[in-house]
């Protein structure tokens, strides 16, 4: 069997920029896909905590220590810029693998979105 869980979890990071424009992604801080251990590509999920909106999307990259988080395409509609968010990364494994792993979170400074 196997299951899906919590790979990994960026708590609370403020929505610097929603760009409608864009063809679609969540773009993040290279720092805080490093520290999170989320890649390029990767698909993620966001939960807006302002209006309780919840979406799934990839990664892109974003500035290294820039604390940017801006929402393209469509999931611009769903957030508004100072929104707080979490962004949330899961994996598949083997039940017994699943008992033992350790998800990485991280909670950066909610104003600048920096690792603290």
Excluded: W
């Excluded at 993040?28 to 309780?52: C, F, K, P, T, W």
């Excluded at 929104?83 to 991280?106: G, R, S, V, W």
Aim: glycine letters at 6%; hydrophobic letters at 40%.
């Amino acid at each position: 069997m196997q299951l899906h869980v919590l790979k990994s979890k960026i708590h609370r990071v403020r929505v610097t920029e929603a760009n409608l424009n864009y063809i679609g992604s969540i773009t993040i801080d290279e720092d805080l896909m490093e520290a999170s251990s989320i890649i390029e590509g990767e698909r993620v999920q966001v939960v807006n905590i302002n209006n309780g909106e919840r979406l799934e999307t990839y990664v892109i990259k974003g500035k290294r220590g820039s604390g940017e988080i801006c929402l393209n395409g469509p999931a611009a509609r769903r957030v508004a810029v100072n929104d707080t968010i979490i962004i949330i990364c899961y994996c598949i494994l083997d039940a017994e693998e699943a008992k033992t792993h350790k998800p990485i979170l991280i909670f950066p400074d909610e104003n600048t979105n920096k690792l603290r």
